[in-house]
């Protein structure tokens, strides 16, 4: 429900860039709210916060950022303020860079690994990746050791789960799925 919400306003912020071509501004408006979001935790927190009124919420958004951004974002902000839903809005800044991604060729493959993947590794995965999707890829890699082996790629809605632990609890699967003679089962 969550992320259905986050997209519908995203798509909606995307479509307004497209319409009034402030594309790139409002992708610049986007990595700045984020960035401060990110930076400043307990400024999500004020516009979270029930006892301050939305109206002060705005007013206080739009002294921080009116110089900044354009009057679309501002807008958006003001919006998810009246209808309480302004927690949604790293969600939809970042459903809104993919989308802004995707129409400029370009997308982020999230990469689970179990160890460090080294500089010439990360170089074979972008190829291989951008030669299977024909766009520019940025890698995102995150160390999970309890992968035990392999990788986790995440590319868009497509996941790809070459991990030691992903093939061990298949094996385990079908392990127990046999039969011996006499009707006995493994596992």
């Not at 919420?57 to 807008?75: D, N, P, V, Y």
């Not at 902000?77 to 839903?85: D, M, P, T």
């Not at 024909?134 to 996941?159: A, F, S």
């Amino acid at each position: 429900m969550e992320s259905m919400i986050a997209g519908r306003y995203a798509r909606a912020y995307y479509e307004l860039a497209q319409e009034k071509k402030l594309q790139k501004e409002l992708d610049q408006d986007s990595v700045l709210l984020r960035q401060t979001m990110e930076q400043y935790p307990q400024l999500m927190k004020m516009m979270e916060a029930p006892e301050i009124p939305a109206e002060r919420k705005r007013a206080s958004m739009e002294h921080i950022f009116g110089g900044s951004c354009q009057k679309e974002t501002l807008e958006l902000v003001a919006l998810l303020l009246r209808k309480g839903r302004i927690a949604y809005l790293t969600d939809i800044l970042k459903e809104y860079d993919r989308l802004s991604a995707l129409q400029r060729g370009e997308a982020t493959a999230w990469v689970r690994s179990a160890s460090e993947l080294s500089e010439q590794q990360r170089i074979q995965l972008q190829k291989v990746l951008e030669k299977k999707t024909n766009r520019k890829i940025t890698l995102q890699v995150q160390v999970e050791p309890e992968l035990l082996g392999g990788m986790v790629v995440r590319l868009g809605d497509q996941l790809y789960d070459n991990s030691v632990r992903s093939r061990l609890e298949k094996m385990r699967v079908h392990l127990q799925s046999i039969h011996l003679e006499g009707g006995e089962k493994v596992g």
